[in-house]
């Protein structure tokens, strides 16, 4: 695209996660000229080889397209801050022990900016921080001796969804810029312009996605703070209909109702929309619990109780322990019992297993004296480096690997492929067809007709023929 964009803009981004890289090769897609950093040698070495160390869609063929042209890597912090005008800080913002954001890594890339600044520059938070972080790290360059007329400070918070990121950062539903000043605000209209004046779209070979060229992003432009709150109220409240529709599903399951007919009926009401409202074993990932616990203690600081979001942590760490209890139940005993585990990111489409509710069930099965035999079809590299293979956990080379022999099959991650399994072979290999489905992805009616004993999140359970298991013997 980039030849047909009018007004280029130098751009460095520091941090090439999962945000920092998706930003720093859309930027590029979108005609800038961007300098990523991080002070990972060996990532950054592979990122200059071509090689993208997450998985997430289109992302290898982007950066293939821009590297070395839109697109280069580095490890100099201090030259790449030089040369940009803008200056994106996308690095980690973890939970601390007290439950609020970690800063230090920001304080850290903050200082190292104050000794790049050469001329005017507008430094962007793209990481999730607290509200009144931007008065931080202004105090933090001015300690550093940088005067004031020589930056900005804007947050300009990241809603991409890692799986979707490419095609969320193209096309996204709005993008927030909390600007300090006018001149501020300029350089980001500036930088988003072809994804807000539609130019991105119109060109042929665009990222195909929702937004088009009569229909472009939309811009909002807030106040600092504003927007630091809008990505911390975001992500709670996408949390929280996460746990509302399972805090429902139990009731659906007490009273036999369905809980995905509940969820598509109150969806399809305008004001309360379809999407986040699908219940399984509860939400995780690298955003959504460390986010919703950062919000709560932003909170607490200004002395106002939130406890609505207390709330909802609680509710997404209870169904967790209520699916291990269907596991339970379902099985009668655990320990020796054999169980075939599929899924292990926090969701599916990527390799994330960060705070993964899939992981935390996996080691509740091992506590209880299970065997689990894993697969998912991205995240088992980056598992395998916390939990070692051992006569209790070993990985398989894929599902019906996975099911050989186990007395059970687990679905819990939402992975497509996993709605599409071969239900026959699978049949033949598991030593009874027995699934326990975390995500419903299957139709628990048609599961009697096709011989399993089928159990699912706040839907009936079916029983196959060979089941003479009482009712009342399932959560
Ligand atoms: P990440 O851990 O994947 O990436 C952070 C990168 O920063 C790493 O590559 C690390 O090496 C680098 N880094 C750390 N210190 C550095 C320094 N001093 N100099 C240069 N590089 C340094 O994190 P992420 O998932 O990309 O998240 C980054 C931020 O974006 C977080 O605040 C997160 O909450 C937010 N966010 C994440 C998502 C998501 O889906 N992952 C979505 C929206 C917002």
Redesign the pocket.
Known sequence: MTETLSTPVNICV???????LVAAVCFAETGHNVLC????EQ?VAGLSRGEVPIYENYLTDLLAKHLNKGVHFTTN?HDAVGKSEAVFI????PQSSSGSADLS?VE??VS?IARGINSYKVIVE???VPVYTHAWIRRVLSRYGIEDALFDVVSNP?????GTAVVDFLHPDRIVVGAETPRAAEVLRRIYAPLTTGEYYRHPNAVAGPMSAENPAPILVTSPQSAEIIKHASNSFLALKISFINAVSTICESVGADVDDVSRGMGLDARIGPRFLRAGIGYGG??FPK?LTAFHSVAQQQGIDFKLLSEVQQINEQQKRHFFQKIHSTLWTLRGKKVAALGLAFKGETDDIRDSPAIDIVKMLLDAGCRVSAYDPAAMGRTQESLKPNAHLQYATDEYAAAEGADALLILTDWPQFALLDLERLKGLLKFPIMIDGRNLYDYKGMRDKGFTYVSIGRPASHSGFEGIPRANFV
């Not at 520091?14 to 920092?20: E, Q, R, T």
């Not at 996308?90 to 913002?93: E, K, L, P």
């Not at 990241?158 to 890692?162: A, G, I, K, T």
């Open positions: 520091i941090g090439s996660g999962y945000v920092g950093v991080d002070n990972d990532k912090l996308a690095v980690g913002t890594f850290a890339v190292e793209k990481s999730t990241e809603f991409l969804r890692e690298s955003c986010d």
